[in-house]
């Protein structure tokens, strides 16, 4: 019995031999972290954003008299339609009615001048040439010359009649295109004028069967975008409908205060969509080059530096990016990286700049 133990003894000690030796998997040397690399990607970026936009009457005025004067009558009232050339507003000003009649006497009695002494330079002209010496050539000379200055002031009277004609035609105001009235702030028996009623308009008109929407467009936003080209929008008044329309004007010039561009498409008016209302446009962005993209935890910031973390064998290296559009899941950046590039998947400050890492392929 004895025999038989030692001998299974000594087959387990050669069969344990025979097993091979299990290998634990390899650990990073202390201190080293562990992290998980994604690639840098490249592609053409082509997404859309929210702007807000704005719905504009097509045309819109304020209506001032281009004299002081009280207000007689006002046929219109908020709401009301009217046509190009309708009569909105008579006003009553006694001293523009004066000065007008004033310059109908005057040209009146210029008019009356110029007939005498016209007669009268053509009757001694006749004599004189029917009976050589029998008027004085300065007599002749003198009658010319009272004819040509009463010719003169007939002339400037009837200058200062038509422009008192004119005056008086101010006191008549007229719709300077079709529209309707949508503010009304005096009333018959007020003063009208441009320092009247606190600056305040007698009338405003609108043009709002045809309106403009319009859209400041950021500076960064704008390239690609073209005359024709079809942008679609939403508006709180028509909740679930998206509308269409295509760009009709752009300013081509970006302003300076804003870094904004203005972008107007012309869209019918409606009960949905009304002057003074506002709309979401989905403002179509494409690049016209490739850009390069990244996760979004892929970027980090330490308060000082927005970066991204490049693993270059096994060193980690901080890359100062800024950031530019979202496009399916993925972040513009721009900086010192190039598509294939490998950095870490959560970016994070507490892997710092120049310090040795072990790095995985994400699966």
Wanted: charged share 20%; with cysteine; glycine share 8%.
């Amino acid at each position: 019995m004895r025999v038989l133990a030692i001998a299974g003894i000594c087959a387990a000690l050669i069969a344990g031999c025979e097993r091979p030796p299990q290998v634990a998997p390899s650990a990073p040397p202390p201190g080293v972290a562990e992290v998980v690399v994604v690639p840098v990607e490249s592609a053409v970026l082509s997404t859309s954003v929210a702007l807000p936009g704005q719905f504009l009457p097509f045309e819109s005025a304020d209506l001032y008299p281009k004299v002081q004067a009280f207000v007689e009558s006002i046929a219109v009232d908020r709401g009301s339609h009217v046509r190009a050339g309708d009569v909105l507003v008579r006003l009553s000003a006694p001293e523009i009615t004066a000065q007008q009649a004033q310059a109908a006497a005057n040209y009146r009695a210029a008019s009356a001048t110029l007939v005498s002494d016209r007669a009268t330079y053509e009757r001694l002209a006749s004599a004189a040439a029917k009976t050589p010496g029998i008027i004085a050539d300065n007599d002749l000379e003198v009658a010319r010359q009272l004819a040509a200055a009463s010719a003169a002031a007939a002339e400037a009277a009837d200058e200062a009649l038509r422009s008192a004609r004119e005056m008086t035609g101010y006191l008549t105001i007229r719709a300077p295109f079709d529209g309707v009235i949508t503010a009304r702030n005096l009333h018959p028996g007020a003063i009208a004028g441009v320092s009247g009623a606190s600056g305040l308009p007698i009338l405003q008109l609108a043009k709002i069967d045809k309106l403009r929407l319009t859209v400041a467009v950021p500076a960064s936003d704008i390239q690609g975008a073209a005359v024709g080209q079809t942008i679609s929008f939403t508006t709180p008044s028509a909740p679930g409908k998206t509308f269409n329309a295509p760009i009709t004007r752009m300013a081509q010039a970006v302003d300076p205060r804003t870094r904004t561009m203005m972008v107007e498409a012309d869209v019918p008016g409606s009960a949905e969509l009304t002057a003074g209302s506002f709309a979401s446009v989905n403002w179509p962005i494409t690049r016209s080059y490739p850009t390069l993209r990244v996760p979004p935890g892929t970027i980090a910031n330490d308060q000082q530096r927005q970066f991204v973390i490049v693993v270059e064998g096994d060193i980690a290296k901080w890359v100062d990016v800024t950031t530019g559009l979202n496009d399916k899941g993925l972040v513009e950046v721009f900086g010192e990286l190039k598509a294939g590039d490998l950095i870490v998947e959560h970016g994070t400050d507490a892997i710092r700049d120049g310090t040795t890492v072990k790095a995985a392929r994400k699966p």
